[in-house]
């Protein structure tokens, strides 16, 4: 956090790989960074504070609260792609379909006619996710239809990638 108060310049990636940190430490640094447009999360080798939990997600819902972020207001407003490494056996599939299906919204994504418009927000007030990529390090594919909709949504232009047991 004191790097982020030092900085004069506006932070648009931030990487953290093998930072022991809790979830909820981690939506306070985001909620000090809305210029972010770029997020990689990897948790290799973390055995504990590790911030990809299922509130951690939660949290980047473009509309929803969560239980690390009690207000509606957004997050990281600018995001426009995700990366997280997970290394948990099992992670609730289904709260990381919705999240990333509450930040894909195509009139963003199509209301910008010109590549200087790169950061047309919605009346939501986030940014379209434009890359999405998931890797499980421990768990195998499963018959799993929870995937399906981030499926229709890369046909409609959202990069979206689902990997399984990447170590």
Request: charged fraction near 20%.
């Amino acid at each position: 956090m004191n790097f982020v108060q030092r900085s004069s310049f506006p932070l648009t990636t931030l990487s953290l790989q093998n930072l022991a940190l809790s979830d909820s430490n981690l939506v306070d640094l985001l909620r000090h960074l809305p210029t972010l447009v770029n997020l990689i999360v990897d948790d290799k080798m973390l055995t504990k504070l590790n911030p990809l939990t299922e509130q951690f997600t939660s949290s980047l819902h473009a509309y929803r609260p969560s239980p690390l972020r009690s207000n509606a207001s957004p997050i990281v407003p600018r995001l426009q792609s995700l990366t997280l490494s997970c290394g948990a056996s099992t992670f609730n599939d289904a709260a990381i379909v919705d999240m990333v299906r509450s930040r894909w919204i195509p009139s963003a994504r199509l209301g910008s006619s010109s590549v200087a418009e790169t950061s047309y927000m919605s009346p939501l007030q986030v940014d379209c996710l434009r890359e999405f990529t998931m890797r499980f390090r421990a768990r195998t594919k499963e018959n799993n239809v929870v995937y399906m909709p981030l499926e229709r949504l890369e046909k409609d232009g959202l990069r979206a990638v689902v990997l399984w047991g990447q170590k």
